[in-house]
């Protein structure tokens, strides 16, 4: 699409037009024009004293905190026409041209020239460059605005009581939990690490903490890497915040244009956001893609108002973060489970060339005793392995001794539904890549890793691992076994700091 740059007779401040907006009496700078090839771009327009437009809630709700495609829009530009000319609806540009081909993608902050291509567009009728980076949330390109809201910022109501959760907080939880909250109400444009270990509660940690900025009218969010970990967090909220508007976003929701007080989100949906949240929690900080993707890193910042509170939670920070949070005094360490028993220590098997062995239709002898003591003895196990096409080879073999053994990972169609199946108890074991190492919860299961010793599995990975097991207060002494081919620095350091924190001392 082009746009102009032009003057209403009813302002003396230029403003980004839809080339379908113009009138005849506009005074027109420049254009039409790719919105990307404007110079010396205006601010927002101020809104008037006046009543905004008919049903102006409505694009409110839509737009405020957020910035979107015009394909993401359900108005026209026609039905948008008086929001973008009388200042209520701002419009940017989704890439900019700082200097000959160097371009900043303003939605993911992608400014890497071979994420960039260029494709010949029916919009413009010229050829535009586009953002692969965030390609998988609609094409971002030269010639396609953002739309932002730029009116007044709804005011959500206050409640007195929102939080329904009835439970108890151990002591080490409670400590954690009021650094949460004191931070939420102290200080702005803060930051606090809460490094507890796998099983901690660090969820219920932050009842407190939501409920004291949801009664006083704040946005949160509540960022996490995974999918499944927005699945499993939504109905435990839901519980707890009854009251409250919830959203829980992550690829192909239902929710994704859903204005929700209390937003649960993947990484890759905060991409939509802007300036929109008080306070941003940020889950499993270290964890892939979030830890290796700088454009979720700056996806998240625009997302949080400027003086918003962010608080990390990670069983395996990273040292860079962590001294920088020790700095500040701005970290609180959770070294026991809610239970309070210590986490499970894992052991090592060796299994020599299991791979070669898979690849010929058999299993390792060792690995083959652990799978048949597990069935006879009842007891329900994750089995985590390094790749997707490793999971479907130890697949196909295990079938061959229990028909109902299944294999997940990412892209896999019926991931939710095979998660929740093995959850409700209905097969004895479940074969995964990495996908769930973290964020899910399954109570009474041993783990195993196949292949420990593969780079997949660092020392945070496996940590997180072994944190699967012994999660239930009825059961909180799971087994976890490395089965490897060789020991790695990455197994030894895992069992170190799980011994470590075991060690230490609690409150």
């Not at 060796?350 to 060792?366: E, H, N, S, T, V």
């Not at 896999?412 to 769930?436: C, Q, S, W, Y």
Request: proline content about 7%; some cysteine; aromatic content about 8%.
């Amino acid at each position: 699409m082009k746009v102009v740059l032009a003057i209403p007779p009813n302002t003396h401040s230029p403003l980004i037009l839809p080339e379908t907006c113009l009138n005849d009496d506009d005074h027109v700078l420049a254009g039409p024009v790719p919105i990307a090839a404007l110079k010396n771009l205006p601010l927002p327009l101020e809104p008037p004293d006046t009543a905004p437009p008919y049903h102006w809630q409505e694009v409110q709700a839509l737009l405020n905190g957020r910035a979107l495609l015009p394909i993401e829009l359900p108005f026209g530009f026609l039905e948008l026409r008086s929001f973008i000319r009388q200042g209520y609806v701002h419009m940017y540009p989704g890439i900019t041209i700082r200097r000959r081909k160097h371009y900043h993608c303003r939605r993911c902050g992608n400014q890497q020239k071979h994420w960039f291509s260029s494709y010949k567009c029916s919009w413009c009728n010229d050829f535009c460059v586009y953002c692969r980076s965030c390609i998988m949330m609609g094409r971002v390109t030269t010639c396609t605005p953002l739309f932002t809201w730029n009116g007044p910022v709804p005011s959500l109501c206050t409640q007195h009581e929102v939080l329904a959760w009835q439970g108890t907080l151990s002591p080490l939880q409670k400590h954690a939990a009021d650094r949460i909250t004191e931070t939420i109400i102290s200080s702005k444009s803060s930051e606090l690490l809460i490094w507890a270990v796998c099983g901690a509660g660090k969820t219920e940690m932050l009842f407190p903490g939501f409920a004291h900025a949801l009664k006083d009218g704040k946005r949160v969010l509540l960022a996490t890497p995974r999918t499944d970990v927005v699945l499993e967090l939504m109905p435990r909220l839901k519980r707890a915040f009854p009251t409250i508007a919830l959203a829980g976003l992550y690829g192909g929701s239902s929710d994704r244009l859903y204005n929700g007080q209390l937003v649960v989100a993947t990484t890759h949906q905060t991409r939509r956001f802007q300036d929109a949240f008080d306070v941003v929690i940020i889950d499993e900080v270290d964890a892939f893609p979030y830890r290796y993707d700088k454009s979720l890193a700056y996806a998240v910042q625009k997302a949080a108002k400027t003086d918003a509170v962010t608080i990390y939670l990670t069983a395996t920070p990273e040292e860079r973060l962590r001294k920088r949070c020790e700095k500040k005094e701005a970290i609180v360490q959770v070294n026991r489970r809610f239970h309070g028993h210590p986490l499970p220590v894992p052991s090592f098997q060796w299994a020599g060339d299991w791979r070669k062995a898979l690849m010929r239709g058999r299993i390792i002898l060792a690995f083959s005793a652990w799978f048949d003591h597990q069935l006879e003895s009842g007891r329900r196990a994750v089995i985590f392995v390094p790749s997707v096409q490793i999971a479907s080879l130890l697949r196909d073999c295990l079938q061959k001794k229990e028909k109902s053994i299944v294999s997940v990972h990412a892209s896999d169609p019926d991931r939710k539904e095979i998660v929740h199946a093995f959850r409700n108890g209905e097969m004895p074991m479940l074969v995964t890549t990495t996908i769930l190492e973290r964020g899910v919860t399954f109570y009474g299961i041993d783990v195993a890793v196949l292949g420990a010793e593969d780079d997949v599995f660092t020392e945070s990975a496996l940590v997180q691992i072994a944190g699967r097991a012994g999660r239930s207060p009825d059961d909180p002494h799971g087994n976890v076994t490395f089965f490897h081919y060789g020991k790695t620095k990455a197994m030894n350091r895992c069992r170190k700091q799980i011994l470590s924190m075991n060690r230490m001392k609690t409150l």
